[in-house]
């Protein structure tokens, strides 16, 4: 059983926004003017923070509301707010969208029905199960070793190698299974963030070094040169 939750405190603006709510979709709008009152009540409930939930709210809170009604419900949360009257609106209306926005609708229509029903025989939210937190792989001074032992490699190759792959892991993000065919022209610099873009896969996000430039190691100059390119080949 599901338990109607207490009313958060809604902002001002946001309360005047959903009384003086005026829906688009011609299915509600055609019988807002009975169940206007009944839908708003229902929106207050659950007690939205900003315009953006108001919205869509009282978007899916109407269009169930003016489906029930169309089949002869009443005006009655326990009514119209089941699982039984929500799965019969996602069968009908939610067909000709696209499984990715119908899955939307459906799971905001559901948790409205979870939140505002006493009695409607919804089943519980599974439990989340705690997530472990992965540690980094290197910590600070992993990583300023590293940049340290790539001063001090034995021959200038040896070093324009080791930072080339530092400064494109460490630096802009590319993952190991990158580094074998990595190509200058995957560093890519957009709006002031540099990461590492990989042809046929999804964008990896840069990962700035994390030491401060006083303790970052000092570079032989001959190294800065060096590329996600020179570091492979």
């Known amino acids: 059983m599901s338990r109607a939750r207490r009313p958060a405190a809604i902002p001002e603006s946001i309360e005047a926004y959903i009384r003086?709510?005026?829906?688009?979709?011609?299915?509600?709008?055609?019988?807002?003017?009975?169940?206007?009152?009944?839908?708003?009540?229902?929106?207050?409930?659950?007690?939205?923070?900003?315009?953006?939930?108001?919205?869509?709210?009282?978007?899916?809170?109407?269009?169930?509301?003016?489906?029930?009604?169309?089949?002869?419900?009443?005006?009655?949360?326990?009514?119209?707010?089941?699982?039984?009257v929500v799965g019969h609106w996602d069968e009908v209306e939610l067909a000709r969208y696209s499984p990715g926005t119908a899955a939307d609708f459906r799971s905001r229509a559901r948790t409205i029905g979870r939140e505002v029903t006493r009695r409607a025989p919804w089943e519980p939210r599974p439990r989340r199960?705690?997530?472990?937190?992965?540690?980094?792989?290197?910590?600070?001074t992993d990583e300023r070793r590293l940049w340290a032992d790539s001063g001090r490699q034995a021959t200038t190759g040896r070093t324009r190698v080791m930072v080339g792959v530092l400064a494109a892991t460490f630096g802009a993000g590319l993952r190991p299974t990158g580094l074998p065919r990595a190509h200058t022209s995957w560093v890519v610099r957009r709006g002031g963030v540099t990461f590492v873009e990989v042809p046929g896969a999804s964008r990896w996000p840069s990962r700035t070094p994390r030491f401060s430039a006083s303790s970052k190691p000092t570079i032989p100059a001959s190294c800065y040169s060096a590329s996600a390119t020179a570091a492979t080949h």
């Open 20 to 84: 003086a709510y005026h829906p688009y979709d011609p299915l509600v709008r055609a019988v807002w003017e009975r169940i206007g009152g009944f839908v708003i009540s229902v929106v207050l409930t659950l007690g939205p923070q900003n315009h953006s939930q108001a919205k869509m709210a009282l978007r899916v809170a109407g269009w169930v509301t003016a489906f029930a009604v169309g089949d002869g419900y009443p005006l009655d949360i326990e009514e119209i707010f089941t699982p039984e």
């Open 129 to 140: 199960l705690p997530r472990r937190q992965l540690r980094p792989p290197y910590s600070r």
